[in-house]
T-cell receptor, first 109, second 117 residues
Framework: RKEVEQDPGPFNVPEGATVAFNCTYS??????FFWYRQDCRKEPKLLMS???SGNEDGRFTAQLNRASQYISLLIRDSKLSDSATYLC??????????FGTGTSLTVIP | GAVVSQHPSWVICKSGTSVKIECRSL??????MFWYRQFPKQSLMLMAT?????????EQGVEKDKFLINHASLTLSTLTVTSAHPEDSSFYIC?????????????FGEGSRLTVL
């Protein structure tokens, strides 16, 4: 079983729509959680960290469910510029980082 | 914020030659850096963990003699693809962890696109 699993998509949504991605992780000892965004042919960049209490940054909301071992990312009022691949990253102790395969999002005009 | 710089961004080489890619942490010290490879439309694959002053830790299936990693200082790690072949053509990305506010965010270099002819 993979350490981190994501639905690869693709998700094709109209502009203005709300879209949600989930990511499940297998190790209950996971410590930190992040969502990264990767544009085509570019390096991943941090979108937001995911806190236990959930957190929001503008149109983006991240939530963590430790009991069910998943994190989610909600994007409201989708913009064309949101089109990218969204990577779920989970860390354990020390320097163990695990990446999901990424979820591809295309926002359509 | 923390920045990781990678060089070169693009490299084209002939089959059989060696290519060196540099990864620098610009405003923080990184005792550990990570090297990834990403093929088109695939996820990032961790190749190795580069440890300052000691040998790199390679992931299963990655040839240590082919992908030489040197982490000579707290701000520089290098990946050398030796005797490159066309199948080594890929997007190579490095990253380093910087701690801010207690959360160890991972910062990525801009990536190096290698094409082996």
């Amino acid at each position: 079983r993979k350490e981190v699993e994501q639905d690869p998509g693709p998700f094709n949504v109209p502009e203005g729509a709300t879209v949600a991605f989930n990511c499940t992780y297998s190790n209950s000892a996971s410590q930190s959680f992040f969502w990264y965004r990767q544009d085509c042919r570019k390096e991943p960049k941090l979108l937001m960290s995911v806190y236990s209490s959930g957190n929001e940054d503008g149109r983006f909301t991240a939530q963590l469910n430790r009991a069910s071992q998943y994190i989610s990312l909600l994007i409201r009022d989708s913009k064309l510029s949101d089109s990218a691949t969204y990577l779920c990253v989970v860390t354990y102790t020390g320097n163990q980082f695990y990446f999901g395969t990424g979820t591809s999002l295309t926002v359509i005009p | 914020g923390a920045v990781v710089s990678q060089h070169p961004s693009w490299v084209i080489c002939k089959s059989g030659t060696s290519v060196k890619i540099e990864c620098r942490s610009l405003d923080f010290q990184a005792t550990t850096m990570f090297w990834y490879r990403q093929f088109p439309k695939q996820s990032l694959m961790l190749m190795a963990t580069s440890n300052e002053g000691s040998k790199a830790t390679y992931e299963q299936g990655v040839e240590k003699d082919k992908f030489l990693i040197n982490h000579a200082s707290l701000t520089l790690s290098t990946l050398t693809v030796t005797s490159a072949h066309p199948e080594d053509s890929s997007f190579y990305i490095c990253s380093a962890r910087a701690f801010a506010g207690g959360i160890g965010e991972l910062f990525f270099g801009e990536g190096s696109r290698l094409t082996v002819l």
